[in-house]
């Protein structure tokens, strides 16, 4: 059975993974900066036991793990990745639905069905 929020519990607790999704981010983004490095390090790796930058894109991608799984714990959905979108399941008018937040936004303002997603979303 799902967890299903409020808007008022699905803004209380963006104030703990804001913080999150900003690492999340952050982590993504150093990652793709170093692709060019690491990818043929991690090449080289594979037969030879170690390399330093694929040392730390290790510990990178773990943390990353980490960080999403602390996300979804509470039954928070880390739907994207790349821009940092969150869906919240929530009862609307009977039915389930998703409370919709993207990273930048202040807090969630909107809502889509299930299988609308985020190029559904409509203002709460």
């Not at 104030?15 to 990818?39: A, D, F, G, N």
């Not at 928070?76 to 993207?102: A, H, M, Q, T």
């Amino acid at each position: 059975m799902p967890r299903y929020f409020t808007v008022d519990e699905a803004n209380t607790t963006l104030v703990t993974l804001k913080p999150l999704i900003k690492e999340i981010l952050e982590i993504r983004q150093s990652i793709l900066e170093q692709q060019p490095e690491v990818w043929p390090a991690l090449q080289k790796t594979v037969g030879n036991g170690g390399n330093k930058a694929a040392s730390l894109a290790a510990l990178e991608f773990a943390r990353l793990d980490e960080l999403v799984r602390q996300v979804q714990a509470g039954g928070v959905l880390l739907k994207d990745i790349n821009i940092g979108l969150l869906d919240f399941p929530s009862l609307r008018e009977g039915r389930e639905v998703y409370l919709c937040w993207r990273y930048g936004e202040d807090s969630v303002q909107y809502w889509h069905d299930l299988d609308a997603g985020y190029a559904g979303r409509q203002k709460l």
